[in-house]
């Protein structure tokens, strides 16, 4: 992890402030009280929140609001963290803050900004916002007033702190859990040879229920044969019995019939009867017709003309008739004027005289005209009484054929009863002959039924006989089948109880194994590699605590090792030296390379711990001016990519890369960098 940027906002004696965070060796310098300590709070408050601070030794006095944002790098990829502080009444809390990744910007609650954090640093520590971070405190920063007290620290507690830093505890939480187990395993022992104490029992329990319902499926297999048997005799019994209902049936339908049919029968004699007459009467008046029809038949037509042409003819006769007799007329007029002239001698018309032989052939020749125009008169007379009577006789014969056409209808008619009733009465002798066979057929099913309801008796007392032997066979089945299910679900519950007695017999001895393993292998394993461990962690770190404190104390006659429970012991001159009983800066030294020693070995145990930067907080406070320069040494020692240094020690500058001053005035600090 290296530091990039980090910007205050109402946090303790700072209102404002921005600090970026270059590489390599940086030195914050100020006074007493200058505000240096609450740049390294507010960096660990930004990764881990407050932990087990409170709000308000945060949040600048007299404000409502206060914020802290931390820009960081963690494997090449950038990461900006920002956390807020709200004043509510009496007390200060965290508010929602958020994380500024790569992927976008997170908003989260205190907690889940947390293990955010936890995930992006990967360092596998508890995720209770109240509770610090053990490898962030011991491989990366340590507060000043923290540094000398794990010298003084019991050895227990000591103890208790490394293995919490070195996760060793979890060898504890190891053989807690396995003492706890190992208790739970006895109970659950006990509680399973108890539950397996009735096995034989029920075993024998079991087999007697086993051999009871193998008699009983016996016995129901020759029941359900019987009831097979039964089962088919009574339907056939009843289909028997339905089919003396049905000739029942059949016979009642067969005595209401024959009677009906013998009725039909004499209907059908009455129609043949009574159709016989009508045809007889139809027949002789027929013949009637026919008499009178003949000579109607005989007759012939007058003439092909219609009537309608005789009659303009007739018009026409008397219309010539009457201009032959007008020419007539005018002949005899003329031939009168001719033989008066002839008798007078003289003209009528202007009396002149006339020659009666100059008329006498005029007389002649009239006389002539005369004659034809009479023959003319009668041939036309002759024609036209001809034509009348020829008119009449036509008439006449229409007359004839319209009656005769009504004869003829007549007669037909006649003819279609006859023939009409020649087909009924055809019919109904065909019908007769059906009618008696189906009669003689009726009567024949009839007398061979007469006797069905004495079979119906008979099959109904054997129909109510054979029932009650079925239901008794029924109910024994039914009480069979019971008892076998009965059986069947005790055994069951058996087979379940003997299994899990078997199941808690073979988990018990099973426990047992793993009793023994965890009380006397485990345990005791556990116990000698936890040993071994911390022996090796001991060994590592006596080496680390040796080869800081000979860098920062050059005194050949005093050395320094930790003993088995990290405890630190100065000698001098071959004599244990109480650390109490050292100068200042010594003790310093020595809590510095147990510092350092510390931060070494975390790295080399910590999977998730990879950083590159290291934060000392007032490391050479009692140094003299020549144990200061050894800060440089320090430095090249590390090799840390980045340093962070806070420290009122203007010595220090000139081991630094870059140096940030602190100042505070009226109550406000603030941070300049140095030229």
């Given at each position: 992890?290296?530091?990039?940027?980090?910007?205050?906002?109402?946090?303790?004696?700072?209102?404002?402030?921005?600090?970026?965070?270059?590489?390599?060796?940086?030195l914050?310098e100020?006074?007493?009280?200058?505000?240096?300590?609450?740049?390294?709070?507010?960096?660990?408050?930004?990764?881990?929140?407050?932990?087990?601070?409170?709000g308000?030794?945060?949040?600048?006095?007299?404000?409502?609001?206060?914020?802290?944002?931390?820009?960081?790098?963690?494997?090449?990829?950038?990461y900006?963290?920002h956390?807020?502080?709200?004043?509510?009444?009496?007390?200060v809390?965290?508010?929602t803050?958020?994380?500024?990744?790569?992927?976008?910007?997170?908003?989260?609650?205190?907690?889940?900004?947390?293990?955010?954090?936890?995930?992006?640093?990967?360092?596998?520590?508890?995720?209770?916002?109240?509770?610090?971070?053990?490898i962030?405190?011991?491989?990366?920063f340590?507060?000043?007033?923290?540094?000398?007290?794990?010298?003084s620290?019991?050895?227990d507690?000591?103890?208790?702190?490394?293995?919490k830093a070195?996760?060793?505890?979890?060898?504890?939480?190891?053989?807690?859990?396995?003492?706890?187990l190992?208790?739970?395993?006895?109970?659950?022992?006990?509680?399973?040879?108890?539950?397996?104490?009735?096995?034989?029992p029920?075993?024998?329990?079991?087999?007697?229920?086993?051999?009871?319902?193998?008699?009983?499926?016996?016995?129901l297999?020759?029941?359900?044969?019987?009831?097979?048997?039964?089962?088919?005799?009574?339907?056939?019994?009843?289909?028997?019995?339905?089919?003396?209902?049905?000739?029942?049936?059949?016979?009642?339908?067969?005595?209401?019939?024959?009677?009906?049919?013998?009725?039909?029968?004499?209907?059908k004699?009455?129609?043949?009867?009574?159709?016989?007459?009508?045809?007889?009467?139809?027949e002789?008046?027929?013949?009637?017709?026919?008499?009178?029809?003949?000579?109607?038949?005989?007759?012939?037509?007058?003439?092909?003309?219609?009537?309608?042409?005789l009659?303009?003819s007739?018009?026409?006769f008397?219309?010539?008739?009457?201009?032959?007799?007008s020419?007539?007329?005018?002949?005899?007029?003329?031939?009168?004027d001719?033989?008066?002239?002839?008798r007078?001698k003289?003209?009528?018309?202007?009396?002149?005289?006339a020659?009666?032989?100059?008329?006498?052939?005029?007389?002649?020749?009239?006389?002539?005209?005369?004659?034809?125009?009479?023959?003319?008169?009668?041939?036309?007379?002759?024609?036209l009484?001809?034509?009348?009577?020829?008119?009449?006789?036509?008439?006449?014969?229409?007359?004839?054929?319209?009656?005769?056409?009504?004869?003829?209808?007549?007669?037909?008619?006649?003819?279609?009863?006859?023939?009409r009733?020649?087909?009924?009465i055809?019919?109904?002798?065909?019908?007769?002959?059906?009618f008696?066979?189906?009669?003689?057929?009726?009567k024949?099913?009839?007398?061979?039924?007469?006797?069905?309801?004495?079979?119906?008796?008979?099959l109904?007392?054997?129909?109510?006989?054979?029932d009650?032997?079925?239901?008794?066979?029924?109910n024994?089945?039914?009480?069979?089948?019971q008892?076998?299910?009965?059986?069947?679900?005790e055994?069951?519950?058996?087979?379940k109880?003997?299994?899990?007695?078997?199941?808690?017999?073979?988990?018990?001895?099973?426990?047992?194994?793993f009793?023994?393993?965890?009380?006397?292998?485990?345990?005791?394993?556990?116990?000698?590699?936890?040993?071994?461990?911390?022996?090796?962690?001991?060994?590592?770190?006596?080496?680390?605590?040796?080869?800081?404190?000979?860098?920062?104390?050059?005194?050949?006659t005093?050395?320094?090792?930790?003993?088995?429970?990290?405890?630190?012991?100065?000698?001098?001159?071959?004599?244990?030296?109480?650390?109490?009983?050292?100068?200042?800066?010594?003790?310093t030294?020595?809590?510095?390379?147990y510092?350092?020693?510390?931060?070494?070995?975390?790295q080399?145990?910590?999977?998730?711990?990879?950083?590159?930067?290291?934060i000392?907080d007032?490391?050479?406070?009692?140094?003299?001016?020549?144990?200061l320069?050894?800060?440089?040494?320090i430095?090249?020692e590390?090799?840390?990519?980045?340093?962070?240094?806070?420290s009122?020690?203007?010595?220090?500058?000139?081991?630094?890369?870059?140096?940030?001053?602190?100042?505070?005035?009226?109550?406000?600090?603030?941070?300049?960098?140095?030229?």
């Amino acid at each position: 992890m290296m530091l990039k940027t980090l910007e205050l906002e109402n946090i303790r004696s700072y209102d404002k402030l921005k600090v970026d965070f270059p590489q390599g060796a940086i030195l914050f310098e100020g006074g007493m009280g200058s505000g240096k300590s609450t740049l390294l709070m507010s960096i660990e408050f930004a990764l881990f929140g407050l932990g087990s601070l409170k709000g308000g030794s945060l949040l600048r006095l007299g404000t409502k609001q206060g914020s802290v944002t931390l820009t960081f790098e963690v494997d090449g990829q950038q990461y900006t963290v920002h956390r807020t502080l709200e004043r509510k009444g009496k007390s200060v809390q965290q508010g929602t803050g958020y994380v500024d990744e790569p992927n976008g910007k997170l908003s989260l609650e205190p907690s889940e900004l947390k293990q955010r954090i936890l995930e992006i640093l990967h360092f596998n520590e508890p995720e209770d916002p109240k509770a610090q971070s053990w490898i962030y405190r011991y491989a990366v920063f340590t507060p000043q007033e923290e540094m000398k007290a794990i010298l003084s620290y019991k050895p227990d507690i000591r103890l208790q702190i490394l293995r919490k830093a070195f996760r060793l505890e979890e060898y504890k939480t190891a053989q807690d859990n396995a003492d706890r187990l190992c208790l739970e395993i006895k109970r659950k022992i006990l509680e399973f040879e108890t539950v397996a104490k009735e096995l034989e029992p029920k075993k024998k329990s079991l087999k007697d229920r086993e051999t009871e319902k193998t008699q009983k499926a016996e016995t129901l297999g020759m029941h359900e044969k019987k009831e097979t048997e039964l089962d088919g005799e009574l339907k056939k019994l009843r289909d028997d019995l339905q089919k003396l209902q049905e000739d029942k049936v059949k016979l009642g339908k067969l005595q209401a019939e024959i009677p009906q049919l013998q009725r039909q029968v004499n209907d059908k004699n009455g129609e043949i009867k009574s159709l016989s007459e009508d045809s007889n009467t139809a027949e002789k008046k027929l013949g009637e017709l026919k008499q009178k029809i003949e000579p109607f038949e005989k007759e012939k037509r007058p003439t092909t003309k219609t009537a309608e042409q005789l009659e303009n003819s007739i018009n026409e006769f008397e219309r010539k008739e009457k201009k032959l007799r007008s020419i007539e007329s005018k002949i005899e007029a003329k031939l009168d004027d001719y033989a008066k002239i002839e008798r007078e001698k003289k003209c009528p018309t202007c009396d002149r005289p006339a020659d009666a032989k100059d008329f006498h052939a005029l007389v002649e020749e009239k006389k002539e005209e005369k004659r034809k125009a009479a023959n003319a008169v009668v041939r036309c007379e002759n024609k036209l009484n001809k034509t009348c009577q020829l008119l009449k006789n036509l008439q006449k014969f229409e007359s004839n054929q319209e009656k005769l056409e009504q004869l003829r209808k007549q007669a037909k008619e006649f003819e279609e009863i006859v023939d009409r009733n020649a087909l009924k009465i055809k019919k109904l002798k065909e019908d007769m002959v059906e009618f008696g066979k189906s009669l003689g057929q009726k009567k024949k099913e009839a007398e061979d039924l007469k006797d069905v309801q004495d079979k119906i008796d008979e099959l109904d007392k054997s129909i109510t006989r054979t029932d009650g032997e079925l239901k008794g066979i029924r109910n024994d089945i039914s009480s069979l089948r019971q008892r076998i299910t009965d059986l069947t679900s005790e055994i069951g519950g058996l087979d379940k109880e003997i299994k899990k007695m078997e199941d808690a017999k073979k988990v018990a001895e099973k426990l047992k194994d793993f009793h023994i393993w965890l009380s006397e292998y485990f345990t005791n394993t556990l116990a000698l590699i936890e040993k071994h461990v911390l022996i090796s962690i001991n060994q590592d770190f006596n080496d680390q605590f040796q080869k800081w404190f000979t860098l920062l104390v050059e005194d050949p006659t005093k050395d320094a090792t930790v003993d088995e429970d990290f405890t630190p012991n100065v000698r001098q001159d071959g004599y244990d030296q109480d650390v109490d009983f050292l100068s200042g800066g010594e003790k310093t030294s020595i809590a510095l390379a147990y510092r350092l020693a510390l931060n070494s070995l975390v790295q080399q145990v910590s999977v998730g711990m990879k950083s590159n930067l290291l934060i000392l907080d007032e490391p050479t406070d009692g140094f003299s001016k020549e144990e200061l320069y050894k800060v440089r040494e320090i430095l090249r020692e590390l090799k840390c990519p980045q340093v962070i240094m806070v420290s009122h020690e203007a010595e220090l500058e000139s081991f630094a890369t870059h140096i940030l001053r602190v100042s505070k005035a009226g109550g406000k600090s603030t941070v300049e960098v140095s030229a």
